[in-house]
């Protein structure tokens, strides 16, 4: 499973940006997908995840809640991450995850793609 993201960028504070996750490769076995960003630590924290069938069920970190959507097209294997009402908090290198399995973790992940949110 290889993962490509792109959409990151600079953006002044009550600001929208679209992060645009493309899946590609063995498909079959992921069963969710979602963006994580780098805390302190270097660790990959979650901002929003969606699963992949069906019905369709999101979760989101309650940092973006009601500000960032997460949504899917299984036709074209993407994943979008619209967030809005972006704040300077919110700065930080956006990961795109998969998820096999129904594991919690991703398996796979894409490069980074750094948002500044700038005040």
């Known amino acids: 499973v290889q993962l490509q993201a792109s959409g990151g960028g600079l953006v002044q504070a009550g600001g929208s940006l679209t992060l645009v996750c493309s899946a590609s490769?063995?498909?079959?076995?992921?069963?969710?997908m979602g963006w994580y960003h780098r805390a302190p630590g270097n660790q990959r924290e979650l901002v929003a995840a969606i699963s992949i069938g069906s019905p369709s069920t999101s979760k989101y970190s309650d940092s973006v809640k009601g500000r960032f959507i997460i949504s899917r097209d299984n036709a074209k294997n993407t994943v979008e991450l619209q967030m809005n009402s972006l704040k300077p908090e919110d700065s930080s290198v956006y990961y795109c995850?998969?998820?096999?399995?129904?594991?919690?973790?991703?398996?796979?992940w894409g490069q980074g793609t750094q948002v500044t949110v700038s005040s």
């Open positions: 490769g063995k498909l079959f076995s992921v069963t969710a």
């Open positions: 995850g998969a998820s096999v399995y129904n594991n919690t973790r991703p398996r796979y």
